[in-house]
């Protein structure tokens, strides 16, 4: 991907271009949708080989695991299990605990890039959505992302009154989770329609406007450490706008923000959208070098 002599949108870039990345020297390197995609493939390799040669790394799914002995349990299933039982065992506390600590620190969406395997397979309906999109074949279709919090609310709701984990019947993260360890099942079938969806009706749907294990790790990551770093070389180009799925957590990017901020001596400021998934995407893409990771309790460390 030439950020530097074209405009690298999501649209006029090819999806292999952007598992890499060049210096303004010329200089290639792997980009962070590549690396993101190396540790979302190491993961479940992990998973898949713990189960089928029994190496005994990483036991279990996304849902409930162990790493090396350590018990990790995904916090959204923790609360259904709670509510659905009013029961919470000794190990599920210390899983859940462990997870909720590790993502205050790296940021709590950073499950939905960096880990979840539904993930990459939405990266490429979205590009599909978006060669549909270009070519005039469908239309793009956007809804209110608040959404995400009624879906929230309506599945814990669900759990209560009816003592069953029924997210987990829709669960495409879980059913594709259990698929790598496990084997397939005919659930696979309820993930192959939300990717059609994704790819015909709307970008990313589920994970913008459903997910409930996102928006819990959203929730998490209100108080994250690591953040996306914004600095005033940006010339408010858009690009990272136009390859962010949630991109309102870009706002700071527009130009109207300027003289705000030249007023008050600004030159650097955190992204702080619990939205932000930590993808990368837009440092990627950014051809000014206004974006970068940056761990916003360095200071102490
Ligand atoms: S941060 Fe970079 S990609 Fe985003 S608007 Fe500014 S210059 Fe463009
Ligand atoms: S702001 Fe950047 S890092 Fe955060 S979700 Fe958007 S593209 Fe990814």
Redesign the pocket.
Known sequence: MDKWNTRATIKNTTFFSTFFDKTKEGKTFLSYRMKRWIVVISIHLLFFLSFAIDIQALEGTLNGSRFLGFHLIDPFTTIQVFLSTYHMPINVIIGTSTIVLFYIFIGGKTYCSWVCPYGIISEIGEKIHNTLINKKIIKERKFDHRIRHVFWFMFLIMAATSGYLVFETFNVVGILSRFITYGWSLALGWVLVVFLIEVFFSRRAWCTYVCPIGTTYGYIGKVSALRVQ?ND?????????DVCFENQV?DL?KAKYDKQREEKGIKTQYVTGADCTLCGR?ID????D??KFDFRLKGLV
Not at 233 to 241: G, P
Not at 285 to 288: D, E, G, K, S
Request: proline share 0%; hydrophobic share 40%; with cysteine.
């Open positions: 914004w070389n940006c010339d408010h180009c858009m690009v990272c706008h870009l990017t837009c893409v950014c051809h000014a206004a974006l």
